[in-house]
């Protein structure tokens, strides 16, 4: 069973930045593909982005793209998750998840382990 920790969230005002961190518990972490999502009260998980097992390919949504930046150390287990320019509607919690199929895809039915989410909150 795979596990995965995120971490890095917090406070930060509007036009900052934060790097979240996802960290996940398995031997062969390069097998897996690697998705940050997002969720607001209410709401369903909204894809964010996507790092790829096969080659490290990435996938953004329009409303993140040239914002955030994904990547991964397979070295380390850890994938990463570089916001910038955050503004208050990127408020939320945010998950990382992972499955084995090595194509970025943003549904969340597509992904079979998640993380415990960390909250981010843009505000002044």
């Known amino acids: 069973q795979l596990q995965l920790v995120e971490s890095g969230g917090g406070l930060v005002q509007p036009g900052g930045s934060l790097k979240l961190s996802c960290v996940a518990s398995a031997v062969n972490f390069d097998y897996y593909t690697i998705g940050w999502f997002r969720q607001v009260p209410g709401k369903n998980h909204a894809g964010l982005s996507c790092v790829s097992s096969r080659d490290g390919g990435t996938f953004y949504v329009d409303s993140v793209k040239g914002r955030f930046t994904v990547s991964r150390d397979n070295a380390k287990n850890t994938v990463y998750l570089q916001m910038n320019n955050l503004k208050p509607e990127d408020t939320a919690v945010y998950y990382c998840?992972?499955?084995?199929?090595?194509?970025?895809?943003?549904?969340?039915?597509?992904?079979?382990?998640w993380g415990q989410g960390t909250q981010v909150t843009v505000s002044s």
């Open positions: 998840a992972a499955k084995e199929v090595p194509i970025c895809t943003m549904s969340f039915w597509d992904f079979d382990f």
